[in-house]
């Protein structure tokens, strides 16, 4: 008995010829190394490590700041609020549009925008979407205070000196 | 005999300016049709241009000129820019000090620096403008869809070009406007926190920002605007010139005289068999020198003759505009010095913290929702212009300002205009401390 004659798979057409395969292969090779090149470029620009003012720090010993006083360290963009023996370090970046806000008898105020708030740094007005964040702050071996930016707490928490 | 090689030397001593003039410009001053074509297409400058060009597109009051005054502007842009570059330093301690010095000691500095400034404020102002010329004749229609879309990213380059520009001086105009930008810019959702640190190189505006700001200024945007301007205007070549209503077509061609000329030494003629060719030609002849090029504007053997060579008529309307243009910039910087505030203090935000003017409809926006109206809206509307020759497929009512069929496209594209202008204005002038509402008067 004859079996028909099966076409081969470079007849039926949707066969991987040689051809098509090393065109396929350099075709994903060239459009690979270019995405690879945007991406290693976007991680060349964004820098390791930065150059301006360290998001740690100490600002002195507690005693510098006396019991109901609300320092704000406008070129460290913190302001250290005490209240008795309890004392804590609150941003002082608007989190609206990053213009360093004032502080005010009720709370913080805005210059750029008119965002307002409390003593707590909680939204009282004004377009900014949340509320300041607070900075966790210890007291280093030698008795100074130091502020970490890089992490923030839940507000209302204070450092006991 | 003997005579003639004596005096070789001699002959091309006295022929040499003639011989070095006529190596640089291959045609003398054109006084026929045919050198009037020649010229165009063999002056590498010239030969950006079409060979002719349709009277509809030299109109003043169709295109206003205001595509060419922007690219002058950028130009005189470059041309200062690159002056300025020779004495500013991109350091925080430095530059403030050179700002004060291109006023003091530099000669022309103040000068230079005001041409700078009114011209890059100019370039936003005009390159708007052209965007809504454009939009109000239904110049976005096929086939130029995609010089459209070459258009807009144009405009945001342009937008990003000043914005780098701004922080340089590093005064507290200059801060705080940034300072006010990029935190706009970190609103958007996923990317925006990184956006503005790799922006700024740091997570506040400082030396490394005023670095990478300089940086972006002066070499990256301006490569960038360069290409997507010879691109826009490859494009319009290609595309067939300047859009124009279909009936133009149809009008009656004015007579042209008919002169018989000797046809001048043909550069383009291939082979001496073609340059025999090119004997004595009726004037009225249509030369089919551009070749094959789509659209409607140029097929061989079938130009239209409501146009005209681009020399002299082109050449000399777009003297005349980069002259208004040159001109206008000098009178403004003559009359008007840029602004320099105090040195930038950090502890000090001016109140209120604007922007620039252009951007001040987007803070005008941000006062009422940070993500909406700084990121939300702005996006929309520019996908929305992106996708407008896209949205919009009717073909009537092309070359025409302000065409009946385009009623609808026209106002809702005005309505936009109005909106935006009128935010602008509010941030501008009716905004005092605090953001509060002011009266102006």
């Known amino acids: 008995m004859k079996t028909p ?10 066969a991987m010829t040689r051809r098509r395969l090393l065109s396929w292969l350099s075709g994903f090779g060239l459009f690979g190394s270019l995405i690879i090149t945007a991406f290693s470029n976007l991680i060349f620009i964004k820098p390791r490590a930065t ?17 109901g006083a609300r320092v704000s360290l406008d070129e460290r963009r913190v302001c250290i609020v005490r209240d008795g023996d309890k004392i804590a370090a609150i941003s002082t970046t608007c989190t609206h549009l990053g213009c360093i806000v004032a502080v005010s008898e009720t709370g913080f105020s805005c210059p750029c925008h008119g965002s307002r708030y409390d003593q707590d740094g909680n939204v009282t ?3 900014a979407p949340r509320a300041l964040p607070w900075f966790q702050i210890t007291l280093a071996p030698n008795g ?18 | 005999m003997s005579n003639q090689i004596k005096s070789r030397p001699w002959k091309s001593l006295v022929e040499l300016p003639e011989n070095i003039w006529r190596s640089i410009f291959r045609n003398p001053l054109p006084s026929s049709d045919l050198g009037r074509a020649s010229t165009s297409f063999t002056n590498f400058f010239l030969h950006l241009h079409p060979v002719k060009v349709h ?98 990213l144009l405009l945001l380059v342009t937008l990003f070009m000043s914005f780098t520009g701004y922080l340089l001086p590093w005064d507290q105009l200059a801060f705080w406007a940034i300072t006010v930008g990029t935190s706009i810019a970190s609103y958007a959702p996923l990317v925006g926190k990184e956006m503005k640190f790799i922006l700024l190189g740091d997570s506040t505006v400082g030396q490394e920002a005023l670095l990478r700001f300089y940086v972006l200024h002066v070499a990256v945007l301006p490569a960038v605007l360069s290409l997507l301007i010879a691109i826009h205007f490859w494009r319009i070549r290609k595309d067939g010139g300047l859009s124009r209503p279909e009936e133009e077509d149809a009008l009656p061609v004015p007579p042209a005289e008919v002169e018989l000329v000797h046809a ?25 020198i551009q070749g094959l ?20 008529n082109l050449f000399m309307a777009e003297l005349v505009v980069f002259l208004i243009t040159v001109a206008g910039v000098l009178l403004v910087s003559l009359l008007f010095n840029a602004p320099l505030e105090e040195p930038v203090n950090i502890m000090h935000p001016p109140n209120p913290a604007k922007a620039p003017w252009y951007f001040l409809g987007l803070q005008e926006q941000v006062s009422y929702s940070a993500f909406w109206g700084g990121v939300g809206i702005p996006g929309i ?45 509010i941030g501008t002038f009716f905004r005092g401390p605090n953001w509060e509402f002011v009266s102006p008067w």
């Open chain 2, 55 to 152: 009277r509809h597109s030299l109109r003043a009051t169709f295109t206003l000129g205001l595509g060419l005054i922007a690219f002058f502007l950028f130009f005189i842009l470059v041309v200062t820019g690159i002056l300025l570059m020779f004495y500013y330093v991109p350091s925080t301690t430095q530059a403030y000090d050179r700002m004060l010095d291109l006023r003091g000691t530099v000669a022309f500095g103040i000068f230079l620096r005001n041409m700078h400034r009114w011209a890059a404020h100019g370039m936003v102002a005009v390159v708007f403008l052209h965007m809504c010329r454009v939009f109000l004749t239904g110049s976005y229609k096929p086939p130029r869809e995609f010089n459209w879309v070459l258009g807009v």
């Open chain 2, 381 to 425: 509307e520019v996908l929305l212009l992106l996708l407008v020759p896209y949205i919009d497929r009717k073909v009537a009512g092309v070359g025409r300002w302000f065409a009946r069929e385009r009623l609808l496209a026209n106002s809702l594209f005005l309505t936009f205009v109005i909106v935006n202008v009128i935010l602008i204005i």
């Open chain 1, 125 to 127: 007005g004004g377009p």
């Open chain 2, 264 to 288: 001048p030494a043909v550069v383009m003629a291939t082979s001496p068999a073609a340059a025999a060719a090119a004997e004595p030609v009726l004037q009225k002849r249509n030369y089919g």
């Open chain 1, 5 to 14: 004659a099966k076409p081969t798979l470079e007849e039926s057409g949707d």
């Open chain 1, 144 to 161: 100074e205070i130091e502020v970490d930016k890089d992490t923030e707490i839940e507000a209302g928490n204070y450092l006991r000196v």
């Open chain 2, 293 to 312: 090029v789509r659209g409607p504007f140029t097929k061989v053997g079938n130009v239209p003759d409501r146009s005209v060579f681009a020399w002299p």
């Open chain 1, 51 to 67: 150059y301006g003012q360290p998001n740690r720090f100490s600002i002195g010993r507690p005693d510098d700041f006396p019991s």
